[in-house]
């Protein structure tokens, strides 16, 4: 909260909240608000227990040449916050402050994200660099928070070891076109009704659509990319459902002559007016050009698709984790709203390096791998 009433002090001056997290988390920075009348040289991260122990610290923030706006400053380490427990939590300026007058209602709850609240119990000043022990509803504190909560995290056990997933989700390889030809790629097709170009099929626009010539069966839609690629999945969205493709199939070339079959699809009744499908396939080869070619439709007058999408494969990787360590469980460890599937195949394999030996201004990085459960056929060092 920020309050436009001010006035300055020029000695040391700590102010913090009392705070408590529904939830444990690890705190990394805090944002401080630099007002217009700001004297202080720097501003510098605390947190206290309520022993009045100092637990989390950080490098001073310079102020003396920076614009009103927040600021963020950050602790020399991540400190760990214990759930429901309360904690003072501020700053303390080296030389003078802007301090806002106005009143503050205590106790406070604030929902900050999904099952984790803060609640703000009073304010606390003190002249020195040491935990504040005045209570000061009567001043008011910008600050914000960087944390991760450890109930958001979980790793994967698999005799006596753990390990990470992760999935890099598939993308439209095609551009928003706005022609056949731009931004990139060519599109082409059987035939056009009207205004319905082939190129709208790949314009995001659910609006629009390419839609054949009184044609009902034998009609095709290609794209060319610019290199191969490769390509596992493919979306169609239709806004009338007698135009769909009923029996489709989709088809890569490297020379648009021969067209290999990827995918077929029979009896495609069940589509619902402006909701996609998607449809997955396995191809482990490149092309540059992939045809969507529909064998008939679903009893319309010809046939028509509004928005046509054509997607790479999702890489699924795996961590290895040596240790469980605190740090390393919150670095690597996946979030609770990961969706992983344990059935598909492991593009990517990693492994957490801990230990390590002097080597003259170097280190040695020494990792065990059985080749005979993991083969290698690729190794790179980043």
Do not use: C
């Amino acid at each position: 909260m920020v309050n436009n009433q001010w006035s300055t002090t020029t000695t040391p001056l700590t102010l913090t909240m009392k705070l408590k997290f529904s939830k444990a988390v690890l705190l990394s920075s805090l944002y401080w608000y630099r007002g217009t009348t700001n004297t202080s040289p720097t501003v510098t991260p605390r947190v206290y227990n309520v022993n009045g122990q100092l637990i989390g610290s950080g490098i001073g923030l310079s102020e003396a040449t920076r614009v009103v706006g927040w600021y963020r400053v950050d602790f020399s380490a991540p400190v760990k916050l214990e759930a429901n427990a309360e904690y003072l939590i501020g700053f303390h300026f080296l030389n003078g402050v802007p301090i806002g007058s106005g009143n503050t209602p205590t106790p406070t709850v604030f929902q900050i994200s999904e099952g984790l609240s803060l609640t703000y119990n009073s304010m606390y000043s003190g002249t020195t660099d040491i935990m504040p022990t005045t209570v000061n509803n009567n001043v008011l504190l910008s600050i914000g928070f960087d944390y991760i909560t450890y109930s958001n995290k979980f790793l994967i056990s698999s005799e006596d070891k753990y390990y990470s997933l992760f999935a890099k989700e598939s993308v439209n390889q095609i551009p928003k076109m706005t022609t056949n030809n731009l931004p990139s790629g060519e599109v082409l097709s059987s035939s056009t009704y009207a205004t319905a170009s082939e190129w709208k099929v790949f314009d995001r626009d659910l609006t629009t659509f390419w839609q054949t010539n009184s044609i009902i069966s034998n009609q095709w839609l290609r794209y060319k990319f610019v290199s191969p690629i490769n390509i596992t999945s493919y979306t169609m969205t239709n806004d009338s459902i007698t135009l769909a493709p009923k029996n489709f199939k989709l088809q890569g070339s490297n020379d648009d002559q021969t067209y290999i079959d990827l995918d077929i699809r029979t009896n495609i009744t069940d589509w619902i007016a402006g909701s996609k499908k998607i449809f997955t396939f396995t191809n482990q080869s490149t092309f540059i050009y992939y045809r969507l070619f529909v064998d008939s439709n679903n009893g319309g007058s010809s046939i028509r698709v509004n928005e046509f999408e054509l997607l790479n494969k999702e890489e699924n990787s795996r961590i290895s984790i040596p240790v469980k360590n605190e740090s390393v469980f919150l670095k690597y460890g996946m979030n609770k709203s990961s969706t992983i599937s344990l059935w598909g195949n492991i593009d990517k394999e990693s492994a957490v390096v801990n230990s390590t030996e002097p080597l003259g201004s170097g280190k040695v990085f020494k990792q065990k791998i059985d080749t005979t459960k993991t083969p290698i056929k690729k190794a790179s060092i980043t």
